[in-house]
């Protein structure tokens, strides 16, 4: 299972090296790792049957609880086997579609990449490792979106997403966290197991909040949807992956997983309908008013959505039974009908549907396939999404609350939906024939078997319901539910009130359809003026917003005045410190004075000359030699302490600093007195302010004693443990080596820096 | 940045390899008396400084044979390359390894993990400090 999960990531890292070998079979021969993939989940399907859910154990960071541990049951199965599944023929797919691209090779690394977070995401046990997987999928799709890098637009429309989705993604984070302090486990298989009331918890209402910004944002639900119709800048492949079994089902399938933990409060069950039935409507209503093939594909992905989101708002075991018929339903039909968009385009040469026509004598197989899957788009018998259309009616019927609203609102995106289907299936294909910017013939055998299949497939499922039914979707409404569930899957149901909706919102949709033409300008022109006050004009406010306040904090803080970026450092770190040794100590020092000897009375009045002549002096090389006392002066105290090794090592630092800053010395400029007297006496104050506190620390540290010294540890354990006498050094390269590891590191990044800052100094003196 | 006083010249000659070889000698022994990797790190550089002083950044370049960023690169790599008994073995990182390499008479030589990561620690001060210097003195020339 671990290898199932991590096969792709590691198939990606060779994935370059295959390309060359492989040329332009390249999808072919990635295709069999999904492929094998997929027969690996089917075979585990037997075990669910018999078992209900498998968990397969290892330890990652067991420190710190944090395991790969993996959960198969009917829910993550069926999930597990889409995207592998339709992966399988969207890496075939792609390998065709982007044939001869010169980034083939990169494309085919994020792709398997993406299909193998998504596949851990959906198999985690642990919420920890699964939210892992869940950045993991924004930020592959970042890269996907994003990949045609060289376009503007696309490089928009990817940040726009991964904001979003990132957002989304931190907060789901805070979710999680929550979620786990609540169930008392960070797994789980152990959190849906156990029979705490989780709606009663105090943190009950801001778990479920976080955990539904994250997901909201993921599956595009309203007001998070705008970024999803703009992923189109992606190639194709991508989009059809992105919509019909990965990353906007990521969100989805983690409202179903929590579903029997959280579906009891109140809450959850109404923000799901709510925002699901919003979705569901907008989605719909968008679809049909646009006019690219891709932008209508892609809002009837929202209206998927939001009816999904529905579904597991109203929880009962009809809803979550059509819940998953849905899923299964829509991600067949919509992989196929994206794939046909991509095909169309790369054929014809536009991707406006108002500008082809009669393409069905170019195209016929492609014609036929697009046919197929539309009419399990718009829910029309023998097609499985028949069967998904009438059990949602049905269960929106039954539903305990709002049963007439959420009734109304999918019947009337059902009504847009099958003119949607209409669009992309008669209107490309039927008609008169329109001139297209390329002449169309037959797109090519690895752009049509995926859609093939997964056409056919729908079908099957549609004809034998049972098939899928009695292997997975019983199980897995099962998993949503929290308990097993009886389903009864059949095509026929007799005439009931589901099938005269379905009846009555085929023919008012067939109506739309044919007025579509006259309707378009109308529903342009609303939706222009509405785009202006909708999310994504408030998510650009948003934007243009955080450029400000960055310009403006830049202008004030980091305004190149590297006095005043001392300042505010060391007033800040002093200000809180002095607070804390304060309101935690108060003012009782004791100063003993009695035991010190002459000598230190001298290098005491040796380090305060010396320091006031350094703040006084006008002459830089004077200030120079008199900071090198004060550090010979602190090496001296050192050594009189009795702690040579800081002594020597003082000493050695102040020699280098000296010699450093004699060979910067000269290049420095006049030395010229640029503040006024305000921000002279302004800096001493905070100097004194500094200095004092520092003292009164390092007094009030000889007083108190928090916890044990650990030098005591140290002093009898140096030699026993470390066979060294020199405790200074054993700290340094034993006890707490790690932080020596760490402390060399930074020096070298420090070297590097400088070393970077003077050469490049240097090359722009040569091109002045 | 090149001196041409003869003082500077042949004290440089007499006292920078003598320093070289105490900046190794602080580096062992540092383990048991004051010393280690970081001081002799430092003592190092100052020898070099000195050199550089004397007779300029080229030649200083060129006694010390390797670029002083690739010194830093090692002294990484070194410090690095000490975890790897620990990691083999499944201890915690860094967990200290002995070895007493039996010497002729009835000495010991006392190697370690420790001493590895020192090693490491003293070419990373080595190649910090040189950078910085020899860039600085190079920015003038």
């Known amino acids: 299972m671990l290898l199932a999960v991590l096969s792709g990531f590691l198939l990606a890292i060779v994935t370059p090296a295959l390309h060359r070998i492989t040329g332009r079979y390249i999808g072919w021969t990635l295709a069999i790792l999904p492929a094998s993939l997929t027969a690996y989940f089917a075979s585990l399907i037997p075990d669910i049957q018999a078992n209900g859910s498998l968990m397969l154990e290892y330890a990652w960071l067991p420190g710190l609880g944090i395991d790969l541990n993996f959960l198969v049951d009917g829910l993550s199965l069926v999930f597990a086997l889409l995207i592998s599944g339709i992966g399988t023929f969207i890496l075939i797919y792609a390998g065709s579609y982007l044939a001869g691209h010169n980034y083939l090779a990169r494309f085919f690394v994020i792709m398997l990449s993406f299909m193998a977070s998504m596949l851990g995401l959906v198999l985690s046990d642990n919420l920890i490792t699964l939210f892992v997987f869940w950045e993991l999928t924004s930020i592959t799709s970042y890269l996907l979106i994003g990949f045609n890098h060289e376009d503007v637009e696309a490089r928009k429309c990817a940040l726009q997403g991964l904001f979003v989705t990132a957002a989304g993604g931190l907060t789901l984070m805070a979710g999680l966290i929550l979620l786990a302090i609540m169930g008392d486990s960070y797994s789980l298989s152990e959190i849906l197991s156990s029979d705490m009331a989780l709606h009663e918890h105090a943190f009950y209402t801001a778990a479920v909040i976080c955990i539904l910004a994250g997901t909201f944002t993921k599956s595009a639900q309203v007001p998070f949807h705008f970024w999803l119709p703009n992923a189109m800048a992606a190639p194709t492949p991508v989009s059809a992956f992105l919509h019909s079994a990965t990353m906007v089902k990521a969100g989805i399938y983690l409202m179903a997983r929590l579903n029997p933990s959280l579906g009891e409060g109140e809450l959850w069950g109404s923000a799901l309908m709510l925002f699901g039935a919003a979705t569901m409507v907008t989605g719909a209503y968008r679809a049909f008013s646009s006019t690219g093939i891709k932008n209508v594909l892609a809002y009837s992905t929202i209206m998927a959505l939001g009816t999904l989101t529905m579904l597991i708002g109203v929880g009962t075991e009809l809803a979550l039974t059509a819940f998953i018929c849905f899923l299964v339903a829509h991600s067949l039909y919509k992989g196929g009908l994206f794939m046909i968009a991509g095909a169309l385009d790369h054929e014809t040469g536009t991707k406006d549907i108002t500008r082809m026509g009669g393409l069905r004598k170019a195209m016929p197989v492609t014609a036929a396939i697009t046919c197929l899957a539309a009419l399990s788009l718009a829910g029309l018998p023998p097609l499985f999404g028949f069967i998904a259309k009438e059990l949602l009616f049905e269960s929106l019927l039954d539903s305990p609350l709002w049963s007439a609203g959420l009734t109304t609102a999918a019947v009337a995106a059902a009504i847009l939906i099958v003119g949607v289907a209409g669009l992309v299936a008669i209107k490309p294909f039927f008609g008169q024939v329109v001139n297209t910017p390329k002449s169309p013939h037959e797109a090519p055998f690895g752009m049509l078997v995926g859609p093939a299949v997964l056409s056919v497939t729908a079908l099957v499922f549609g004809l034998a319901p049972f098939l899928p039914e009695g292997a997975l979707l019983q199980s897995a409404a099962g998993s949503v539910k929290g308990v097993p569930v009886e389903t009864y899957l059949a095509l026929w149901h007799g005439v009931n009130l589901p099938l005269i909706l379905s009846i009555g919102s085929l023919l008012l949709g067939l109506a739309l359809l044919f007025r579509w033409s006259r309707l378009q300008p109308a529903l342009y022109a609303i939706n222009t003026y509405a785009a202006r006050f909708g999310p994504e004009a408030g998510y650009f406010r948003f934007m243009e917003g955080i450029t400000i306040v960055a310009a403006w904090q830049t202008r004030v803080l980091q305004n190149g005045v590297l006095g005043l970026y001392l300042l505010l450092l060391v007033a800040v770190t002093f200000g809180l410190t002095g607070y804390t040794l304060l309101s935690h100590h108060g003012f009782n020092l004791t100063l003993n004075l009695g035991d010190s000897h002459f000598y230190e009375w001298g290098i005491a009045l040796l380090l305060v000359v010396a320091a006031i002549f350094a703040c006084t002096t006008h002459s830089r090389l004077g200030s120079v030699a008199s900071m090198g006392v004060l550090g010979f002066g602190v090496a001296l105290t050192f050594i009189l302490f009795s702690a040579p090794d800081l002594g020597i090592t003082q000493l050695l630092v102040e020699t280098l600093t000296v010699i450093l800053l004699v060979l910067v010395l000269f290049k420095l400029p006049e030395f010229t007195n640029l503040s006024s007297p305000f921000e002279r006496y302004r800096d001493l104050a905070v100097a004194v302010f500094a200095g004092g506190v520092m003292t009164l620390l390092i007094l009030a540290a000889l007083d108190i004693q928090y916890f044990e010294s650990i030098s005591s540890y140290y002093i009898e354990n140096s030699a026993p443990l470390a066979y060294g006498r020199n405790i200074v050094n054993v700290i340094l390269v034993d006890f707490r080596a790690l932080d020596t590891l760490g402390e060399i590191f930074v020096l070298s990044l420090a070297a590097l820096g400088v070393l970077s800052m003077i050469k490049l100094r240097a090359e722009d003196q040569h091109k002045l | ?141």
Do not use: C
């Not at chain 2, 320093?19 to 008396?33: W, Y």
């Not at chain 2, 950044?57 to 975890?83: E, H």
């Not at chain 2, 002995?98 to 000495?107: I, S, Y």
């Open chain 2, 1 to 141: 940045m090149k001196s041409n006083t003869l003082i500077l010249h042949t004290a440089a000659l007499f006292i920078m390899p003598l320093q070289l070889m105490f900046s190794v000698f602080l580096l062992f022994r540092g383990h048991d008396e004051p010393g280690g990797g970081f001081i002799g790190g430092l003592v190092a550089s100052g020898a070099f400084v000195l050199y550089a002083f004397a007779f300029g950044a080229r030649k200083t370049r060129s006694i010390l044979r390797v670029a002083p960023r690739d010194l830093l690169a090692a002294g990484l790599l070194f410090a690095i390359a000490s975890t790897i008994p620990a990691f083999l073995t499944g201890q915690p990182m860094l967990t200290a390894h002995w070895w007493e390499l039996p010497l002729p008479g009835d000495n010991y030589l006392k190697l370690s993990t420790p001493l590895i990561f020192d090693i490491g620690v003293y070419a990373a001060v080595l190649g910090t400090i040189m950078t910085f210097v020899m860039n600085l003195m190079e920015s003038d020339e």
